[in-house]
């Protein structure tokens, strides 16, 4: 390769980063990320949760879980722990939820029942219209 060819593919290459470098933010904000973009709702189809049985979204970033309690009906209930930040799974046959790192468990309301967990776990805004379930 000659030395001319060589710097011009050096200043291509340049350019295409400097290019992507102004770009990249550019897009960010002609398209940023749902959570920023103020869309802070899930809706999912009512009839995917049977009785008793739970479903797990994302409602912008926080991992969230659908629960419909028998008897109660739905609930929408972080699954971030409130200890250190692990994520909780929904006991099914003990009607629970159980961080897996320091053993806090947690009732179907999302109050702290044992283990270290300080607080409940947060619960979000949910309605059902029709067949949909809206939580945010
Ligand atoms: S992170 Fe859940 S109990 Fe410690």
């Not at 390769?1 to 980063?17: E, I, N």
């Not at 770009?23 to 802070?40: M, Q, T």
Request: charged letters at 25%; glycine letters at 10%.
């Amino acid at each position: 390769m000659k030395r001319r060819d060589f710097l011009s593919l050096l200043f291509g290459v340049f350019s295409a980063t400097a290019v992507g470098s102004l770009a990249y933010p550019l897009i960010r904000y002609l398209a940023p990320p749902e959570e920023e973009a103020g869309i802070k709702t899930v809706t999912i189809d009512k009839r995917s949760i049977l009785t008793g049985k739970a479903k797990e979204v994302v409602l912008g970033t926080t991992p969230v879980i659908i629960i419909d309690r028998p008897g109660k009906g739905y609930i929408a209930l972080s699954r971030v722990c409130t200890h250190l930040g692990c994520l909780v799974n929904y006991d099914e046959e003990e009607k629970r939820l159980v961080c897996p790192c320091h053993a806090g468990i947690y009732d179907l309301e999302g109050r702290v029942l044992s283990g270290p967990p300080p607080r409940p776990l947060q619960q979000f805004p949910l309605r059902v219209e029709g067949n949909k379930i809206i939580v945010g």
